[in-house]
Structures are given as structure tokens and as C-alpha cells.
């Protein structure tokens, strides 16, 4: 048998899953989903009145055996479904204005890193966005701070953020418009398949439910919500990055934009929300972390101690490595020590801050004699 919150919060999702202002309103007055299902008509009516469509649903005895079957589904296909009464839903999308009642997980991701980075931008970027992309997603992975890449698995520069923080080893979220069973766009299957063993799929929507043009909205909240800072990579004058930027902005997040030239059309959305102050220009990945305070945080870290468990071992494999040839880049460095490409940059980055090593012209490092 299901808790008794979990089956009556995957019901009320069912019924407000478009209207979760009022599913929270609900949250607020009751404390939880389970008092409803527990009134019968006449009290209902006598709490809410007549002019409320959704307490036919509630009393229906059909609506808490369909949320059952819902979650039997859900077991099946490896899908978890985490309520809002749960701890392991995200705080930032639970501290949001509109937050669901639920979101159903595909994959590994977990989300108690607070370094969430959503990475946005329009369905038909420049070669140059594309590539800012990808050096912005691997300069991200080259920092040590490990952000988990959000992004909504659209065509353009939303695919290429999840390709980028694949391809470098960072977790990475794909939050969908219809529901977790079905990818979309379905051209990109195989990369939502990669997604799954590097994080996962996020959907709000039940079992069943359509690709309507709505829940590009709603799946642009969540992106917004889920995320410490929202990056703008190219976007028109209008399009969901647009969206997502401003549902950003409402709820306090830090937005950047990737600034771009005078006139050109898909750079037009970016200086907007630049020139309106809505979000700070985008100039290098050090003043991005820095302006999130993450910098502040490693100094802290450092100090203590505790950045790593066993930096010992790796920061000794690097040190073998130059003794024996100096100079080497990241490239070199990751095939003699076996390790992986962020956790690499992020001992190289400490090493440096210690002093025991030195970046020279051309990316390559060699050790400080004492």
C-alpha cells in the first residue's frame, strides 16, 4: 500500500497539473493533499461552493485509483515520482511562486547540488553560439565546481548544452513538455537515452498527457525554478528562452545573456534583457562563478580542508606526471593519470592556488621548484 500522501498528491496533480496556483493555495490551507480525499461532497460544497469544477474529481472514487495505477506505471519504468511533501524535491523549485505538485524523475540525477546552471537560447543558433556554448559548458566542467547543465532538450542550443555537459562528464537535466515516457522532440532519443545514465528526465505531466502548446511554458518555469542562474545563449526577440530569462528574473535568479552584435536578429533577444537590466552580460566563466559566489565558497572550502577526500592520491599522479616530463596539457595529463577530465581540471585549479604547480603559455603545466 502507498503512502497515503503520495497517492492523493499524484491524484491533485492529475486535476491542477494546469492551474498548480491552486493545488499550492490548497497545500497552504490544508498541509497536505490526503484532508481533501477524506471530506465527502457535502463538506466540500459546504467549504468551496458550487463554482469549483474540481470537486466532482475529488470525491470520484476512480481518481485515487487511477493516481494507484499511476504509480504502479511508474515503479515499472524506473520512474520516480517525487511529491512535494518529499524531501528530495528540489528547494529551488519548491521555493518558487508556482511550484507542481509533483515531478516525475527518469535517470540518476539527484538534486541536493544547489549548483544547478540552466543553459537556454533559440532553436536555430549560429555556428558562434554554438560554439560559445559548448567553451562556456567546458570551461563550467574545467572549474571544479561540477554544476548539473539544465535545459529543455529543444532543438538548437538547448541540445547542445545537455551534448556539452555529456561530453565533459557534468550531470545534466532535461525538463520536458509532455510526460517522461515520451521524448520530444523524438529526433532526440538517443541523446535523452545518454541523459538518463548522466542525469535525467523531468517532467510535471501524468502518464498520457499531450505536447500541447502550453507546457512549453510551464516546462520553462521549472527550468527557471530548478536553476541557481539562467544562461541566454542567442534568442530572437521572442522564443522560450525569453521565457525562461523572465520566469528567472521573477523568481530571483541570476540571469546572464551571451551578448551579440547590433542588428543581428538572434542575438536581438539576448541585448534586450541586457539593456532592460534583466540579466548581467556574460563575460568569462570566472566572473559568472564569482558573481554566483561559488569562488568564495572553494577559498572557504580550502581553508578547511575538506574540497576533496583523496586529492592526495590525484594531486600526486600529476606531480609523478610533470616530474617525469614537464609541460604537459590537460590532454596529456588526463591520459598518464588516468583521470577524468573535471575532476582533473578542478586538482589542477587547487594545485595552482597552493602553489605547487604553474599554468604556462599554451595550457601546459610544470611544477614550482622549492
Known sequence: MYEKELL?????????????RLSNTL?????????LFEMNHSELLKR????????????????LKEAENE???????????????????????????????LIYVKGNALFDNKRIISVVGTRMPTKYGIECCRMIINSLAGSGFYPIITS??????????????????????????????????SAHMNIAKKIMEQGALVSEFPRGSGCL?????????????LSQATLVIESGE????????????????????????????????????????????????????????????????IRQGKLFHDTDINKEKIIVALNYESGLTRDELIVKS???LPLLSATLLEMELEGTIIKLPGERYCTIKR
Open 8 to 20: 492523493c498528491t499524484v491524484a491533485i496533480n492529475s486535476i491542477f497539473c494546469y492551474r498548480p
Open 27 to 35: 497545500l497552504e490551507e490544508f498541509g497536505g493533499f490526503s484532508p
Open 48 to 63: 468551496f461552493g458550487r463554482n469549483y469544477d474540481f470537486l466532482e474529481r475529488i470525491c470520484d472514487s476512480k481518481t
Open 71 to 101: 504509480i504502479n506505471w511508474a515503479i515499472s519504468e524506473g520512474v520516480r515520482i517525487i511529491p512535494i511533501s518529499s524531501v528530495d524535491y528540489p528547494a529551488g523549485l519548491k521555493s518558487c511562486a508556482d511550484p507542481p505538485a
Open 152 to 185: 529543455g532538450m529543444a532543438y538548437g542550443i538547448d541540445v547542445a548544452a545537455h551534448m556539452a555537459a555529456l561530453d565533459t562528464g557534468l550531470n545534466t537535466v532535461a525538463v520536458l513538455p509532455c510526460n517522461v515516457e515520451r521524448v520530444y522532440p
Open 213 to 225: 502548446k502550453v507546457n512549453f511554458v510551464q516546462r520553462n518555469r521549472i527550468i527557471a525554478a
Open 238 to 301: 521572442r522564443g522560450g528562452a525569453l521565457i525562461t530569462a523572465q520566469f528567472a528574473h521573477s523568481y530571483s535568479r541570476e540571469v546572464f545573456a551571451l551578448p551579440g552584435r547590433i542588428g543581428d536578429l538572434r542575438s536581438k533577444g539576448c541585448n534586450n534583457l541586457i539593456e532592460k537590466n534583466i540579466a548581467s552580460i556574460f563575460t568569462s566563466t570566472d566572473s559568472f562563478t564569482d558573481t554566483l559566489g561559488w569562488e568564495k565558497e572553494r577559498v572557504q572550502t
Open 338 to 340: 588516468g583521470m577524468k
